[in-house]
């Protein structure tokens, strides 16, 4: 980026994260929860349900493939089939998916989340342990309640608006089998349109729904953040708090290489310094993002306009974005932001006033 400023040596000491450890497009890490509806109805299709059975060693007639990894490659292909296919309703597969599923659908997660005493924390404890190819970030709003940000963490364009859709109807339709009669959200933001209508969107969420949004989010209603948590029975309640105690000791620590640039924002300024911190060549980081279909440049505007969106919603100041973000003054900051998002820093900030709730 021109305007950023000339990068020296960081005088601060930073981990180096071999390339190695790295979570890459082909590695398998995520769970297969957050499809589990999607997969249950590929079983009325056999000859689909046999390709997964030979590929990926799932078998989506049988409950036993809840516990397995997936790669990045292999949602994605599954999603091709299932979703992005031709001939497909988009609505009517994922409203399906949607009643396939419920709190027990994801698992020892959700289980020890069900020990935990408020909903807010409940949320939190999700988005921290799931392993996802999105990251789930709670921030308090002006209202003093709770919205959960979709992140991508994978430069994906096509996939990336129907990941948000199945990440928040996934959110409802868990929440709903554990907490019926309460209403879930005061509203639900989309980056774009995913083929599906807005009404029918609003009628499954109970709120309005916005498109074209700068970052996805659901903002959680205070009655269904404040509600009371069903006491646990006393033989699930020990397992709960254990696998609580357990995830809470195991957390991974791999990352996509979308996610590292935004952990080192400060630092990184350059496709050199991304290189020289990964400990790999600039041609081999090439290389790497050239599979995933992105390169340094893209990565870097993506980042940066998202962290710059979040941080001016929070009431940092433009000066401080500018500094986060690496670039050598405000102005530079602001031309840049216009470029990428065709509004100044202060015309978004204006438009996000429900948001405002200034960082700690």
Not at 193 to 208: N, R
Request: charged content about 20%; proline content about 5%.
């Amino acid at each position: 980026m021109e305007s950023q400023r000339a990068h020296t040596q960081p005088a601060q000491s930073t981990s180096v994260v071999p390339a190695h450890e790295q979570l890459g497009t082909n590695d398998r890490f995520f769970t297969l929860y957050q499809i589990s509806g999607l997969l249950l109805s590929s079983a009325e299709k056999p000859i689909f349900a046999e390709r997964l059975q030979q590929q990926f060693n799932i078998d989506p007639t049988r409950r036993g493939w809840s516990s397995n990894t997936i790669s990045y490659q292999e949602m994605r292909y599954i999603f091709e089939h299932l979703w992005l296919g031709k001939n497909k309703d988009r609505s009517e597969c994922l409203f399906n998916h949607a009643s396939r599923i419920n709190y027990a659908s994801f698992g020892a997660i959700s289980l020890a989340a069900m020990s935990l005493p408020s909903g807010e924390e409940s949320i939190r404890f999700c988005s921290k342990h799931f392993q996802t190819p999105w990251s789930a970030i709670p921030e308090i709003n002006r209202n003093g309640g709770i919205s959960l940000l979709h992140i991508p963490r994978f430069y994906d364009p096509e996939l990336r608006a129907t990941l948000e859709h199945f990440h928040f109807v996934n959110c409802f339709a868990v929440s709903r089998s554990h907490t019926p009669g309460i209403r879930i959200a005061e509203s639900v933001r989309f980056t774009r349109s995913c083929g599906i209508g807005k009404i029918a969107l609003e009628h499954y969420f109970g709120c309005p729904v916005f498109f074209d949004e700068g970052i996805a989010q659901i903002d959680f209603s205070r009655p269904w953040l404040n509600r009371p948590m069903p006491p646990l029975s006393s033989t699930l309640r020990p397992q709960a708090e254990q696998q609580a105690a357990m995830l809470a000791d195991h957390i991974k620590d791999k990352h996509s290489l979308l996610q590292f640039l935004q952990t080192h924002l400060d630092t990184i300024h350059s496709a050199d310094d991304m290189a020289r911190l990964l400990g790999i060549s600039c041609r081999t980081l090439a290389r790497i993002l050239d599979q995933q279909g992105a390169s340094y440049s893209i990565l870097s505007r993506e980042v940066r306009v998202t962290e710059a969106r979040r941080l001016l919603r929070n009431g940092v100041t433009t000066q401080h974005i500018a500094e986060r973000l690496g670039f050598s003054d405000e102005r530079s900051f602001r031309c840049a932001f216009k470029s990428w998002s065709g509004s100044s820093p202060s015309e978004y900030r204006c438009g996000q006033e429900q948001f405002l709730h200034p960082l700690k």
